[in-house]
């Protein structure tokens, strides 16, 4: 089993910035294939990033986050992270951490099989 808490989320203006950050207890963290993913208010949760476990490489973006949010991950402390930066209103959302069994990467909500509870974050105008 794996539990995840995410914190960091809050209220900041437009072209602020905030640090997301995911904290797993449970076992054989830095193998598991990490994701955060977002829901608006009013739409369906979407895909923002994913980076992969340790024995494989790599970090995937949405188009509408790529060069502005960056994923990371210590394994040390069993924590992944979400900078995200030049934030936009349309960035407004709960952010949501995820886990897969699998060490490989994957925007596919479907196949993460451990979720946490969601971290608010508001971008005024």
């Known amino acids: 089993q794996l539990q995840l808490v995410e914190s960091g989320g809050g209220l900041v203006q437009a072209g602020g910035s905030l640090t997301l950050s995911c904290a797993a207890s449970?076992?054989?963290?830095?193998?598991?294939?990490m994701g955060w993913f977002r829901q608006p208010p009013g739409k369906e949760r979407e895909f923002v990033a994913t980076?992969?476990?340790?024995?494989?490489?790599?970090?995937t973006y949405a188009d509408s986050v790529k060069g502005r949010f960056t994923i990371s991950r210590d394994n040390a402390k069993n924590i992944v992270l979400l900078q995200m930066n030049s934030l936009k209103p349309e960035d407004t959302a709960v952010y949501y951490c995820?886990?897969?069994?699998?060490?490989?990467?994957?925007?596919?909500?479907?196949?993460?099989?451990?979720w946490g509870q969601g971290t608010q974050v508001t971008v005024s105008s």
């Open positions: 995820a886990a897969r069994r699998s060490r490989f990467l994957s925007t596919e909500q479907g196949s993460y099989e451990y």
């Open positions: 449970g076992r054989s963290f830095s193998s598991k294939g």
């Open positions: 980076i992969s476990g340790i024995g494989s490489v790599g970090t």
